[in-house]
T-cell receptor, first 110, second 114 residues
Framework: GQQVMQIPQYQHVQEGEDFTTYCNSS?????IQWYKQRPGGHPVFLIQ?????EVKKQKRLTFQFGEAKKNSSLHITATQTTDVGTYFC??????????FGKGTTLSVSS | SAVISQKPSRDICQRGTSLTIQCQVD?????MFWYRQQPGQSLTLIAT?????????ESGFVIDKFPISRPNLTFSTLTVSNMSPEDSSIYLC???????????FGPGTRLTVT
């Protein structure tokens, strides 16, 4: 089935640096959701984007949905050690479960 | 939000045996799903557990290998049958309530097959 592609697969940053992960699809997405999974934990919902060009912010996190609804990004400003984990984008298809991207694993050194 | 518990939290099993994983939700939910996550990998949807009818399986997953039950709106089981080392993975139960788009995940069951 269709799967959204995520890059990069891994990213290491120094604490205080910014971080961005990108999610791309070859077809138009009906929506995009972002989840965070801490090491040893389970995925936790962060946000859903639905509208073309939509931008949403949660404190240091900024989420964008592309104008063509084929890509999305998650940007973290001034990373902290608490940001460590794997960030997944996922598409919720009508009447079905989420289909996840491969994720970007973020590590932060202090 | 929904609080989800899974049993067992982990198990080590011999190849050829079967393990049944339980998922209990603290409230009635519309949809329940089962995912598999291999170490360092993404989540792969196994099936949607339908109340009162057969589960809907994704490509590559079959009922004989992963039988699923959902007797009511708060409980489901996933059985991993005739296990092989390739079945070693984390199995996660996930739910969605009503018209909500947010999915909640259980803590997972870490399965090791030797």
């Amino acid at each position: 089935g269709q799967q959204v592609m995520q890059i990069p697969q891994y990213q290491h940053v120094q604490e205080g640096e910014d971080f961005t992960t990108y999610c791309n699809s070859s077809t138009t997405l009906s929506n995009i959701q972002w989840y965070k999974q801490r090491p040893g934990g389970h995925p936790v919902f962060l946000i859903q984007l639905v509208k073309s060009g939509e931008v949403k912010k949660q404190k240091r996190l900024t989420f964008q949905f592309g104008e063509a609804k084929k890509n999305s990004s998650l940007h973290i400003t001034a990373t902290q050690t608490t940001d460590v984990g794997t960030y997944f984008c996922a598409e919720r298809q009508a009447g079905t479960a989420l289909i996840f991207g491969k994720g970007t694993t973020l590590s932060v050194s202090s | 939000s929904a609080v989800i518990s899974q049993k067992p939290s982990r198990d080590i099993c011999q190849r050829g045996t079967s393990l049944t994983i339980q998922c209990q939700v603290d409230s009635q939910v519309t949809m329940m799903f089962w995912y598999r996550q291999q170490p360092g990998q993404s989540l792969t949807l196994i099936a949607t557990a339908n109340q009162g009818s057969e589960a809907t399986y994704e490509s590559g997953f079959v009922i004989d290998k992963f039988p699923i039950s959902r007797p009511n709106l708060t409980f489901s089981t996933l059985t991993v049958s005739n296990m092989s080392p390739e079945d070693s993975s984390i199995y996660l139960c996930s739910v969605r309530q009503g018209s909500s788009y947010e999915q909640y995940f259980g803590p997972g069951t870490r399965l090791t097959v030797t």
